[in-house]
């Protein structure tokens, strides 16, 4: 009867129901704390690697290991002499201050995240600090530090000709993301 009928619908979706709140759900796995470099492959020169961004400010750029003129073309480059992110040390990004690579960094405000997503795990880093200075000026990173620092720099000012003697330094620490451990 259809009333019978029903009745056995009701009662396979009450097993049903049961089954599913019984059953507990599958937890995703932790992201890793840290990450041993034995594990990672570090980047080629010229090599992409990763991607830079940032939703508020519309940022999303190519990461590329290495920061000659030819790479800068494609998108922000990692100096070499720095530290891969999540490494102790610091990670210097750098990109032409045009619309399309690093101009975006001109409305970058103290408390912004930056994201940034390697070959071997995803970063969030917050915006701590930022100052203009000559190009020359050698205060502006220490590459023998071992105090964890993205800093990301781009030609100052925005508008102008080309040329430019100063820089926008951008200092940043991490929020999140594995540390790379040697």
Same mark, same amino acid.
């Given at each position: ?77 990692? /100096?070499?002499?720095?530290?891969? +992110? $999540? ?5 210097? %990004?750098? =990109?032409?201050?045009? !619309? ?55 030609? /100052?000012?925005?508008?102008?000709? +080309? $040329? ?5 330094? %951008?200092? =940043?620490?991490?929020? !999140? ?6």
């Amino acid at each position: 009867t259809l009333q019978e009928e029903i009745a056995l619908q009701l009662a396979a979706a009450l097993d049903t129901a049961r089954i599913a709140r019984d059953t507990p759900a599958e937890t995703p796995l932790p992201e890793p704390t840290s990450i041993s470099l034995s594990e990672i492959s570090v980047p080629a020169h010229g090599e992409k690697f990763g991607t830079i961004s940032s939703a508020r400010l519309g940022l999303n750029l190519s990461l590329i290991y290495g920061d000659t003129n030819a790479i800068l073309k494609q998108g922000a480059g990692m /100096y070499e002499g720095s530290k891969l +992110p $999540g490494s102790a040390g610091q990670t210097i %990004i750098c =990109a032409h201050n045009t !619309a399309k690579y690093f101009g975006p960094l001109e409305h970058a405000e103290i408390g912004d995240i930056r994201h940034i997503q390697t070959s071997y795990a995803e970063y969030d880093d917050e915006i701590a600090e930022t100052k203009v200075a000559s190009m020359y000026d050698t205060s502006t990173y220490d590459l023998n530090t071992t105090e964890e620092t993205l800093i990301l720099y781009t030609c /100052y000012p925005f508008y102008g000709a +080309p $040329g430019k003697k100063d820089r926008l330094f %951008i200092y =940043a620490k991490r929020i !999140a993301g594995p540390s790379l451990m040697s």
